[in-house]
């Protein structure tokens, strides 16, 4: 009775396969000898059942067909996205598609490669806020079908594009991002798990000498569920000029004049940043801590920068920093700063530790930053001796809510003023993050004395 029904087991199987080879051998015989063949004749169906991937009207000009080994290719030509109004809002003049075996069973079009050649596309943000991408108003109804679609191909690039921003609310120049090159990659075991890699380089028009480059590893299925994403985001920037791109970023201190290079790495869930942490080398940066402080020159500036979310507050960490300016030289600064909720009340700490640093540079360094009339001088340290040489401090901030603190050398026991600004200003009205920082200033004294 077993080894009959293995027998009949065997047999059904083995018509399955054969029914199978032969449906499959069909499929590819039609699609050689009559579908491709015959597919200009088709170009209209096969822009509607794009169209109705992609939720929006897309017509096709011209398409080409042929094998990419096993799979169909597909070529296409003068393909046009149009926008609410049922005008033309994106052409791409060439598409190359390689359509995947894996369409017969998931019932949906997918394809193993989508390459477009030299797209242009235009992003504008008018007067009252509203972004346009290709002409399509992004504060609309959200149409995630076909950005879906898009994060189930199995590899998708994007070459030599070039993309304009304008910024009509800044009131400021067109910025390009040139040979701009993306690489999405999909493969079909990791995209059922919503796992996605990708990749971009372009080069700036303005505010770099090299190209920018962005990596990230995502983990998320749907694009209008953004609170659901999770992942990584890596970026680079080399040759960059700071100043250069204040009319396009809000940055939180008046630069005027900065060159270097830095990296971020960032950690994001829940539509939220995790983790920021950026390692920056800056040369010849010139600012002002506050709209009327003094200008400062730092000939080189270099760190690691860290920024963490907790679940009451953030916290803010600065080590390995290194910084040149004038006679005042750092090495291996570190600077913690934890800012929590309590009961509805702010409460701030934080810790200051410098090593082998000058007294005299750091107290007219402090009084520069802070200082608003250019022929303040700065004070000296109230006593001791031996006030030029370097000396290594920490210092603990866990009450910063006072007016004034200093610092205490522990070998000669002098101590100068940091930092002095009347007590009482609110965060949100400071001229710029540090300046903010300086506003919550305290009078702790630390050392062995």
């Given at each position: ?6 027998i009949?087991?065997y ?15 069909a499929i590819?015989l ?7 063949p ?16 992609a939720?929006q ?35 791409l003049d060439h598409i ?6 894996l369409s017969?069973p ?6 193993a490669?989508l390459?477009?050649?030299?797209p ?25 079908e ?8 199995s590899?998708?690039?994007i070459?030599?594009a070039?993309?304009?921003?304008q910024?009509?609310?800044r ?19 990791e ?5 996605h ?6 080069n700036?028009s303005?505010?770099?000498s ?5 990596r ?27 100043a250069d791109?204040s009319?396009?970023i809000s940055?939180p201190?008046d ?14 869930s829940?539509?939220?940043i995790?983790?920021?942490?950026a390692?920056?080398?800056l ?5 002002r ?9 730092l ?24 910084l040149?300016?004038g006679?005042l ?7 913690k ?6 009961s ?11 090593e082998n ?6 107290a007219?360094f402090?009084?520069?930053t802070?200082?608003r009339?250019a022929s ?15 000396f290594?401090?920490?210092v603990a901030?866990t009450?910063?809510l ?5 610092v205490?050398n ?5 101590i100068?003023?940091m930092?002095?600004r009347?007590?009482?200003?609110r ?9 903010r ?13």
């Amino acid at each position: 009775m077993i080894k009959r029904s293995l027998i009949w087991l065997y047999s059904a199987a083995t018509y399955l396969l054969w029914a199978a080879i032969i449906v499959i051998a069909a499929i590819v015989l039609g699609l050689r000898y009559y579908v491709l063949p015959s597919v200009q004749e088709h170009k209209d169906a096969i822009a509607l059942k794009i169209s109705e991937v992609a939720g929006q009207k897309i017509t096709i000009g011209n398409i080409k067909a042929s094998w990419d080994g096993m799979q169909p290719r597909l070529d296409l030509y003068q393909v046009d996205l149009y926008d609410a109004q049922d005008r033309p809002a994106l052409t791409l003049d060439h598409i190359e598609t390689s359509l995947s075996w894996l369409s017969l069973p998931l019932a949906e079009p997918r394809l193993a490669r989508l390459v477009i050649h030299r797209p242009q596309l235009s992003v504008r943000r008018e007067t009252d806020g509203t972004i346009y991408v290709a002409g399509i108003s992004m504060s609309g109804p959200s149409r995630p079908e076909f950005p879906n679609w898009l994060l189930r191909q199995s590899q998708v690039d994007i070459r030599d594009a070039i993309v304009v921003w304008q910024d009509e609310l800044r009131s400021a120049p067109p910025l390009e991002l040139r040979n701009l090159s993306l690489s999405l990659v999909n493969p079909p075991w990791e995209s059922f798990l919503g796992r996605h890699r990708f990749g971009l380089r372009a080069n700036p028009s303005v505010g770099a000498s090299g190209p920018i480059e962005i990596r990230g590893n995502l983990l998320g299925s749907d694009v209008s569920q953004l609170a659901d994403w999770r992942g990584t985001i890596y970026a680079k920037a080399e040759g960059t000029h700071l100043a250069d791109w204040s009319p396009w970023i809000s940055l939180p201190i008046d630069i005027r004049q900065g060159f270097g290079a830095a990296q971020f790495w960032m950690e994001f869930s829940e539509a939220r940043i995790d983790t920021l942490t950026a390692n920056v080398l800056l040369q010849n940066l010139s600012s002002r801590f506050g709209r009327l402080a003094q200008e400062i020159t730092l000939q080189n500036l270099a760190g690691r920068l860290q920024w963490n979310r907790l679940d009451d507050g953030s916290e803010f960490r600065a080590s390995k920093v290194k910084l040149t300016s004038g006679g005042l030289q750092m090495q291996d600064g570190e600077f913690k700063l934890v800012m929590r909720n309590v009961s509805g009340k702010p409460r701030i700490a934080g810790e200051l530790q410098l090593e082998n640093i000058g007294l005299e540079p750091l107290a007219a360094f402090a009084v520069t930053t802070t200082r608003r009339s250019a022929s303040t001088r700065a004070p000296s340290p109230t006593r001791g001796e031996g006030i030029d040489q370097p000396f290594a401090a920490t210092v603990a901030l866990t009450s910063l809510l006072h007016s004034r603190y200093s610092v205490r050398n522990r070998s000669s026991r002098a101590i100068f003023p940091m930092a002095s600004r009347p007590s009482g200003i609110r965060a949100a009205r400071a001229d710029s993050a540090l300046a903010r920082m300086n506003s919550l200033s305290t009078s702790n004294s630390g050392g062995n004395g």
